[in-house]
């Protein structure tokens, strides 16, 4: 056996099947209790990830800004970007790293997974080699692969499209908000593109991957929560562009209100022609939001 | 674009790529994943029968080494994407070819091979003309295990945990038993009676004439190897890492023997001693009588195909190819060669030389006597 075999490998493989023997002969349940598992030992660096990508989401106003400022010097774009990042602890690659650092882990248990389940007469005879000396081990094998009415070892049309839904909900999540049109189009691509791949997949391999897949998304949707709330899940607020040339704007109560109420500032309907400075802008809050006795425009009247 | 910003995109493109290389790298590598067979090979009137790993019958004349290919079996309709089919396990690109894990048979003029697509072929020996299939229009659950011939019938036990029997002329269904878990061992008979282990931990005894059962006898873990009968005891290995051996009348547990791994192959007796090879790289050598450890070798590798006996030697393939030969009276053990293939299949003897099916799409050949390696017959369809 190879390093990693014996490092990594034929431990988890062996973690699955004696969990599989506690927990009731199911494999099923092995699948998601070591996937739980093996994302609580991960926690720290999977909230570093979301951290670091949710901190990029923040930055990306100022980076609007900057890009507006220094759009057609590029270098010195460049330079005031890589200044913003350092100003704001931000590390732009720590979101792949971390990836990096995981992808391992997860690729073992994808191993684990499909050579435990040992779906061809050749893989319950590799599964051989993998086998602690453990009584236990060797009375459980080979595995129950019933779980919930399904065959892990077959494709389940409904799991597949458990995992493309679970992948979607956990991607929109964890989506920045790019207000680079291009980057925004392409996140919207991979928005859809990834969940759906990977539900046509889900529908040509095991369903105990699949289920594998579909346990793995939902503990990170919950942990994404536990970072950003509900994140790219929200409803986004209007785009300035496409208010501008409306005659009526309706104010979205709901971004501002708990600011305004602070302040006591008044909520203006007007029925004139808005000008762009007027117009509520999410992507600027900072420079457009109230500010008690130091914006008050005059063209703004009391209620 | 200046340079910066080239530098950014191309550091970018090699984050990709690596972690692309690497995914591809890490959830290809999973071995095991897609049925590729193992049949061993059957020799009558001169010529050799093995079913390939293209998934077709093949007969090798063995005086002049011309070879005749029968039809490919034809795979269940996949239902995968990308190519994949579920009955290959998730794996690609092998989708087109049906593993063939049963060593073929033979009865008067007629060949029988099962497919891992859930049909069993009875094709003509001489033309490899096929003359009947089982069911004709769908497909059964999965062969893994390999036909038995006893008398004008066939026998045989399916994934769906079921034992069959069939009239070898017509392969019209003559009864059948159901286990209550799959089936991937080869019966095996005696004294009219059928001997078939299923994954459920039994070991059934069925009456050859009308399936009836007899006796079954429970162990510790799933039973999949071949039975083999020898003096009325019956010894079979089984996943619990132990060799039973019964009596083969009515069940009753004689002796146990306990290897560090599953007992996968098929043991064979030469003089009163069992020669058991184990997944964990050991060949136990046991007395019949009473399961004495007499001595054991240390292969370096395990052993899931079943030995042969030639000329006073037991030849064993280790899972890697490496083929060792037992003298069965000085006990003295010597490396034949080293294939450096994949040998998962049993073993087939004629005449002096050992025939061995490697992952290459080869069929390997030695002369037992001298050692000699003789050159390999291609199995690959032109």
């Known amino acids: 056996m190879n390093p990693w075999e014996l490092i990594i490998q034929q431990p988890v493989i062996n973690v699955l099947i004696v969990m599989s023997h506690y927990l009731g002969d199911s494999f099923g349940m092995a699948i998601i209790a070591l996937t739980i598992i093996v994302n609580i030992l991960m926690l720290k660096l999977t909230f570093s990830q979301i951290r670091s990508s949710k901190a990029m989401q923040d930055l990306q106003p100022k980076i609007a800004e900057l890009q507006k400022k220094f759009g057609k010097d590029k270098q010195k774009l460049s330079q005031e970007q890589m200044k913003l990042y350092k100003e704001s602890g931000v590390k732009p690659a720590g979101c792949a790293v971390t990836m990096i650092i995981q992808m391992p882990v997860w690729i073992a248990l994808y191993q684990a997974i ?4 040992a779906v061809a007469p050749e893989g319950l005879l590799n599964l051989s080699k993998y086998l602690y000396p453990w009584p236990i081990v060797y009375s459980v094998l080979p595995l129950n692969r019933e779980f919930l009415l399904l065959d892990l070892a077959q494709p389940n049309f409904i799991l597949a499209i458990l995992v493309g839904v679970t992948m979607w909900l956990q991607q929109k999540m964890s989506m920045t908000i790019s207000t680079d049109p291009r980057q925004a189009q392409q996140s919207q691509m991979m928005l859809w593109m990834m969940p759906m791949m990977f539900a046509l997949l889900a529908l040509s391999f095991p369903s105990g991957l699949a289920l594998y897949w579909v346990a793995n998304s939902i503990v990170r949707v919950v942990l994404q929560y536990r970072v950003t709330g509900w994140g790219g899940l929200r409803r986004k607020p209007a785009e300035p562009t496409g208010d501008a040339d409306k005659k009526y704007l309706k104010f979205d109560a709901s971004e501002e209100k708990k600011s305004t109420d602070e302040v006591g500032a008044d909520i203006v309907i007007s029925d004139s022609e808005p000008s762009r400075k007027d117009i509520y802008h999410p992507s600027k809050p900072t420079k457009t939001r109230y500010q008690p006795g130091k914006d008050r425009s005059k063209g703004r009247r009391k209620k | 674009m200046n340079l910066k910003g080239r530098g950014r995109v191309g550091r970018l493109i090699l984050l990709v790529i690596l972690i692309l290389a690497v995914s591809l790298v890490g959830f290809g590598c999973v071995k095991g994943l897609a049925p590729i067979g193992w049949s061993g ?3 009558s009137d ?3 029968f093995v079913g390939s790993k293209e998934g077709r019958l093949v007969a090798v004349n063995l005086a002049d080494e011309s070879r005749l290919w029968a039809e490919p079996l034809k795979p269940v309709s996949s239902t995968g ?12 690109g092998g989708a087109s070819r049906v593993a063939i894990y049963g060593t073929p048979v033979i009865y008067e003029d007629l060949v029988y091979i099962a497919g891992y697509n859930g049909k069993i072929y009875a094709y003509n020996a001489t033309s490899l003309g096929l003359r009947w299939v089982y069911p004709r229009e769908s497909n059964l659950k999965p062969f893994v295990g390999g036909i038995a011939v006893f008398g004008d019938k066939l026998y045989i036990g399916g994934e769906d945990g ?3 029997a069939f009239d070898a002329a017509t392969g019209d269904l003559v009864w059948e038993f159901q286990t209550d878990d799959k089936i991937w061992g080869t ?3 005696y004294n009219d009676t059928l001997y078939i282990g299923s994954f459920d931990k039994k070991l059934y005894a069925l009456d050859a004439a009308d399936g009836s059962l007899k006796w079954y006898f429970t162990a510790e873990g799933s039973v999949i190897a071949t039975p083999l009968v020898y003096n009325d005891v019956l010894y079979i290995g089984s996943f619990d890492r132990h060799m039973y051996a019964l009596n083969a009348f009515d069940g009753s547990l004689k002796w146990k023997f306990m290897g560090e791994n599953w007992f996968w192959a098929e043991p064979v007796v030469v003089n009163d001693v069992i020669y058991a090879p184990c997944l964990d790289g050991k060949v136990y050598l046991l007395k019949a009588g009473n399961g004495a450890k ?8 395990s052993v899931s195909s079943r030995p042969v006996v030639v000329d006073g030697s037991v030849i064993i393939t280790t899972r890697k190819g490496v083929v060792y030969s037992i003298a069965t009276d000085t006990r003295e053990i010597r490396q034949m060669a080293d294939f450096e293939e994949d040998v998962d299949g049993p073993l087939t003897e004629y005449g002096g030389i050992v025939y061995i099916h490697t992952a290459d799409l080869s069929l390997q050949r030695i002369n037992a006597a001298t050692g000699a390696i003789l050159r390999p017959v291609s199995l690959e369809s032109q």
Do not use: N, Q, R, W
């Open chain 1, 114 to 117: 499909m050579l435990s389940l």
């Open chain 2, 41 to 43: 090979g059957i020799v």
């Open chain 2, 46 to 48: 001169g010529s050799l």
């Open chain 2, 81 to 92: 994407f990308f190519g994949c089919s579920p009955a290959m396990g998730g794996g690609c």
């Open chain 2, 162 to 164: 079921k034992v069959y």
């Open chain 2, 187 to 189: 019966p095996t008979l």
């Open chain 2, 294 to 301: 007499v001595d054991e070798y240390d292969m370096d590798g």
